[in-house]
């Protein structure tokens, strides 16, 4: 317990009084104060909220005080001086009975101030609850501008971050005396995306590559892990057409990998390609090929027993105003489940709160080659949908405002049901 008095006379000499006004957002204050309280401590007006019916020259009492010793009988004017002793027990939760009444409790850990009232704590201070829960730690230095990042781990071995980067060489790096360090730097042409998956005891990182090589060659490379030399190494070029983005997943014990072909030359109406792992030849082989119009994401999920895959389209040539397509898993391939209007996407986000299921897609901007005048056109509404199970169909749940959604725009944490 810690007695701290309530001084019997209180000097506001240099002291400054901030008074709202009911009418105006600015400037003097003009007018009768109709109330004021006098509070030990700090600012409660977050709590105490003065009585909108006060009479003239009465004070009305915040409820929070009525029990404080030293309260004028029958509401009357207060007088002064007058003096009430605080006491503010610190610590673990007191008890609150009729022996604490009227006495304050300072929670550190929730930074707020209680008071003892009819055997309940009541809030009167509390911190206002903080947004920024992400500090800096730690400047990571790249080679050049870095698009996109995996971070991922090795078992065994520990937490690597893989970066990819616009110019030649895009880098891994090992969390190492509680920093990410420069681990081992690996050819790349602008690489967009990485992918780390496994298959057994087999560790991949596969990487999207936008440009084709000095050579003119187009191909987007997988690495896999060494576990003798502990370094990633070329295992198996493919084929690509500037590629944004690789999915990596698992239908019935088959191991699939997806390309996202964004445009080949002008032309942005190009197959995107199904790859499946060949466990004879331990290589992947092409499996399907879907048409896609400038493909930016893959978005793999599964939904009880059935498998989903969808793709973000960007753009057609001349419109960022596409469809992008959800597929299921029927009979051994992917067949068009559902196709949803899009502006540019470039993200899907699958997330689950409780039994219900919802996608999000990141509309980036709108656009149009025929349209003279380009209003505001990266301001633009990007959708959740949610899973009707009944109607076996996705409906849209909520637009939200976004400006310029980019890839992994949407990051979902577990949601509490």
């Known amino acids: 317990m810690a007695d701290v008095p309530f001084p019997a006379t209180l000097s506001v000499a240099g002291a400054r009084f901030f008074v709202g006004s009911r009418r105006r957002s600015k400037g003097l204050f003009t007018g009768l104060v109709r109330q004021l309280v006098l509070l030990p401590g700090s600012d409660a007006t977050a709590r105490l909220c003065p009585s909108r019916n006060a009479p003239l020259a009465v004070l009305a009492i915040p409820g929070a005080l009525q029990a404080l010793p030293g309260k004028p009988e029958d509401n009357e004017v207060l007088q002064y001086p007058y003096e ?3 006491k503010v027990t610190l610590g673990s939760r007191p008890p609150c009975t009729k ?50 990042i995996e971070v991922f781990r090795i078992p065994g071995v520990g937490l690597f971050a893989a970066t990819a980067n616009r110019k030649a060489t895009s880098a891994i790096y090992k969390w190492t005396d509680g920093k990410f360090a420069s681990f081992q ?34 191909f987007s490379v997988i690495y896999k892990w060494s576990h003798r030399k502990l370094k990633f190494a070329p295992y198996q070029r493919i084929a690509t057409h500037s590629a944004r983005d690789w999915e990596a997943f698992e239908v019935h014990g088959e191991h699939f990998l997806a390309v996202a072909n964004h445009r080949e030359g002008d032309n942005h109406n190009i197959d995107s390609v199904i790859y499946k792992w060949n466990p004879a030849t331990r290589l992947f082989e092409p499996n399907q090929t879907i048409p896609t119009s400038g493909a930016y ?11 989903f895959l969808a793709v973000a389209n960007t753009f057609n040539g001349t419109s960022t105003r596409v469809h992008s397509c959800l597929y299921v898993w029927l009979l051994g391939s992917f067949q068009l489940f559902q196709s949803f209007p899009t502006f540019g996407a470039a993200d899907w986000e699958v997330f689950h709160i409780g039994e219900r299921i919802f996608l999000a897609v990141a509309n980036s901007h709108s656009y149009d080659v025929r349209v003279q005048v380009q209003n505001d056109s990266y301001t633009i509404n990007s959708v959740i949908y949610e899973l009707n199970v009944t109607a076996q169909t996705f409906v849209k749940f909520q637009d939200i405002p976004t400006c310029r959604a980019g890839r992994r725009a949407w990051h979902v944490e577990h949601m509490p049901p």
């Open 99 to 148: 022996v604490e009444d009227a006495q304050f409790w300072f929670d550190a850990s929730r930074k707020g101030l209680y008071l003892c009232v009819g055997n309940e704590w009541v809030s009167v201070l509390a911190a206002r609850e903080r947004l920024d829960y992400v500090q800096q730690h730690q400047d990571l230095f790249t080679s050049s501008e870095t698009l996109g």
């Open 84 to 86: 009430t002793d605080l």
């Open 297 to 307: 994401d893959w978005e793999f999920f599964n939904v009880g027993p059935y498998s």
């Open 185 to 218: 730097s690996l050819r790349t042409h602008q690489a967009q995306s990485w992918r780390h998956f496994t298959i057994g005891r087999k560790i991949f990182l596969a990487v999207a590559n936008f440009e084709p090589n000095e050579k003119g060659q187009e």
